[in-house]
């Protein structure tokens, strides 16, 4: 199955039945080139008939949705050096500031507008410029403006600019993390990140003492620890990938709405 239509499936997943799986959501949908986004919001109304946006628009509610709507407008722009100088970086880490900390109430439109529009590069010295003059960085500032599944999404978000490798090998030991295994979040993770697995295999691994493949098997039963090691090593060439705001997709669109 290509890889939209295997992410496809798992929004599906995540909004039906009783309740939305909102943390299903955001690891699928954010730090994804305009290119994919199309692709994905295609696909979705390929096989499901229904739009995207709109559905997440009424199946969500409060700054969740606000966060996720924003991530589906296709905000990303691509680095230039002659657009995205320090100056751009001082005035974006300042206009952050205006819109969160330095503001009674958040400006949330603003602040995630700036976040979802700013290149993988230009993310980090923004945050480095952030840090230097109000102390706190990026992902204390979403914690200290956000609350709940908004908070959860921008601070993977921010994390996948400034450490992907780390957030990503965090991300699936959370995934099997105490009392039963989140099978479905696991999933997706595979799904979405196993282009990432040979370096976040070794981060994995330094990290938590174990192989990524020792601990899905040790935490899933056999049939489906086998079928997320195999998913999990599919050669890269195989499938479409995006490491936050660089790689494009390359398959062809369906010809339908977005």
Known sequence: MPLPEAEAFVLNVATSGSGTKERLLYPILLGRTNEELSMLKSTYFYIFNKDLTWLMRSELSGDYREVILLALERLQVTYDPEIHTYEKAKADAVKLYDAGEGRWGTDETTFVRILFSSPREHLVLVNDIYKKKYVSDL?????????????????FYVRLALEPDVVIADH?????????TDEKGLSAAVIRYHWMQPRVERLYEKMYGRSLEERIRTDTDANYGDLLVTLLHIPTDDCNSSDGNSNSSSEKEPETAS
């Open 172 to 180: 699936f030991e959370r995934m099997m993390k105490g009392l039963g």
């Open 139 to 155: 992902e204390e500032a979403v914690r200290c403006e956000f609350s709940g599944y908004a908070t959860e999404a921008l601070v």
